[in-house]
């Protein structure tokens, strides 16, 4: 399958697997964790540990996920990976407790992350040039079938079931995604146990002797996680506190989320190969403040569905573009800059939703949602400085060498 932006072949859409099992993981627990605080009898602080206890499993995955693709290759790496999220997935599901919960969420992070950043590294080696689209449709994908979850819960939420079924269906999809990529032929981007790391040469439209855009991709990488993970743990509290609206239908608006972050995607993804993306990336920013100010403001169920919509239009293309941008600034060390958007990624995940519950606890979550537009901001200027320091190309990404091009 193949289209004029990037060729969509067997390797393609394999690597989209894991970002499916991710986003339906993220969408269908995420605006479970109002509902299991009140099941556990436990405070927002405590309940937004979950967010800490991914950020661990993502520090322990930007450690392990660069000496398990040489050591096993990137198959195998996503095969054992896909294995790990089945687990914890399982064991989130079946936790009593808070402990049990929190220990099962550091098994299916560490799994997730590894799978993850195993793939954007082998998408930016299989596409080269067009990694941008690449990168942004896997996203679009993920976040495509997540949106789902959040129905999921809503509807099991309301017929009595309570928010577990919704999660478990994760393990059913990581050992669904495990079976797919394993069947995949080793070579071109799905590399071998002990390739070497030098497998990309730089594309001339990125300055490469700067680490200006690389810290400032860092940024707006960060921003971006913070955004979206503050805003999917605590949508669901937030519509109950602003509009009365039951459990099932809070947990349900946070969908409207996912919805906009889906169809961005497959609008910027394509688009990113005429306009330069990080221009695209400071946009979107600024799309997200304003969708936020809808959310923030509503009074009623609807309402607040239409500003997770429009700030799911901005949310959708920060993430995908961030990584985009910033894998373009290390050519030939692509596994090593995603290990580090992994850690740094993960250090986000456990400050962000930790500190807004704490904060939630303290002035309530409609006050605390206020470091939503801050943080958007800081994405923002990044973005712009980042696009600054860099040659403009429409598309940044890294280029194959002819000696491991995939065969299409």
Not at 75 to 104: D, F, K, N
Not at 255 to 262: D, R, T, Y
């Amino acid at each position: 399958m193949s289209s004029e932006g990037f060729p969509r072949d067997r390797m393609t859409i394999a690597f989209y697997g894991p970002f499916v099992v991710w986003g339906w993981l993220l969408y269908s627990f995420n605006p479970s964790v109002p509902l299991l605080a009140d099941e556990l009898g436990i405070s927002a602080a405590q309940a937004g540990l979950h967010g800490t206890a991914m950020a661990v499993g993502a520090i322990v995955a930007s450690l392990a996920t660069p000496r398990l693709v040489r050591a096993r290759g990137r198959r195998g790496a996503i095969v054992l990976a896909s294995a790990l999220v089945a687990v914890g997935a399982c064991g989130i599901v079946a936790a009593p407790g808070l402990a049990w919960s929190l220990g099962a969420m550091v098994v299916v992070s560490l799994g997730g992350n590894v799978a993850i950043s195993s793939t954007q590294a082998g998408l930016a080696l299989q596409h080269g040039s067009k990694a941008s689209a690449a990168l942004t449709e896997g996203n679009g994908v993920g976040s495509s079938v997540g949106l789902l979850g959040p129905l999921a819960v809503g509807a099991c939420v309301a017929v009595g079931w309570g928010w577990r079924p919704a999660v478990a269906v994760t393990a059913v999809l990581a050992l669904a995604t495990a079976v797919v990529v394993a069947r995949i032929p080793v070579g071109g981007a799905m590399t071998p146990p002990h390739a070497p790391d030098t497998v990309v040469a730089p594309r001339s439209g990125v300055q490469t002797g700067s680490r200006v855009p690389t810290w400032c991709f860092l940024v707006t990488l960060v921003a971006a996680i913070l955004m979206e993970f503050a805003t999917t743990y605590w949508a669901t509290g937030l519509v109950i506190e602003q509009t009365g609206a039951g459990a099932g239908i809070a947990a349900a608006t946070t969908a409207g989320l996912v919805a906009g972050m889906s169809a961005i995607r497959f609008v910027v993804g394509p688009l990113s190969l005429r306009v330069p993306p990080a221009m695209l990336l400071a946009v979107a920013f600024v799309v997200a403040i304003g969708g936020w100010a809808i959310l923030w403001t509503a009074t009623t169920p609807w309402v607040a569905m239409v500003g997770l919509v429009v700030a799911g239009f901005g949310y959708g293309a920060t993430y995908p573009l961030s990584i985009a941008l910033l894998l373009a600034t290390a050519p030939g060390r692509a596994d090593a800059m995603q290990a580090r958007a992994t850690l740094v990624g993960g250090l986000a995940i456990g400050v962000g939703p930790f500190a807004l519950g704490a904060l939630s606890d303290v002035v309530g979550t409609h006050q605390a949602f206020l470091v939503v537009p801050v943080v958007a901001v800081a994405g923002a200027v990044g973005a712009v400085l980042g696009g600054r320091a860099i040659r403009v190309r429409p598309v940044p990404a890294v280029e194959l060498e002819p000696g491991v091009a995939a065969d299409r």
